[in-house]
Nanobody, 117 residues
Framework: QVQLVESGGGLVQPGGSLRLSCAAS????????MAWHRQAPGNLRDLVAT???????TYSDSAKGRFTISRDNAKNTVWLQMNSLKPEDTAVYYC???????????WGQGTQVTVSS
């Protein structure tokens, strides 16, 4: 049974920082590409950043230069460091794991990030 549990969301002022965490249970972490997505009210779920098991990363244009995705395969954990936050970053952030052996995809329950003064 694969479970992804996000934490670290909250309310932050514009220009502030937050660090999201996603802890994975099960045996898929080291064979999975991990990603963070976000969904604002009324919008589709958008990809924010990805990281392969080897540490290669990609970012959306809105995340480049402000967000950093990282992972620790020994701890089965992936993080999203978010700096210089803007009100438009307000969304529910979801952790995703794509097991490259089976192509199965798993999602966490989401964590709310609100950027507001």
């Amino acid at each position: 049974q694969v479970q992804l549990v996000e934490s670290g969301g909250g309310l932050v002022q514009p220009g502030g920082s937050l660090r999201l965490s996603c802890a994975a249970s099960g045996s898929i972490f080291t064979t999975s590409t991990m990603a963070w997505h976000r969904q604002a009210p009324g919008n589709l779920r958008d990809l924010v950043a990805t990281i392969t098991s080897g540490g290669s990363t990609t970012y959306s244009d809105s995340a480049k230069g402000r967000f950093t995705i990282s992972r620790d395969n020994a701890k089965n954990t992936v993080w999203l460091q978010m700096n210089s936050l803007k009100p438009e970053d307000t969304a529910v952030y979801y952790c995703n794991a794509r097991d490259l052996r089976t192509w199965d995809s798993y999602w966490g329950q989401g964590t709310q990030v609100t950027v507001s003064s």
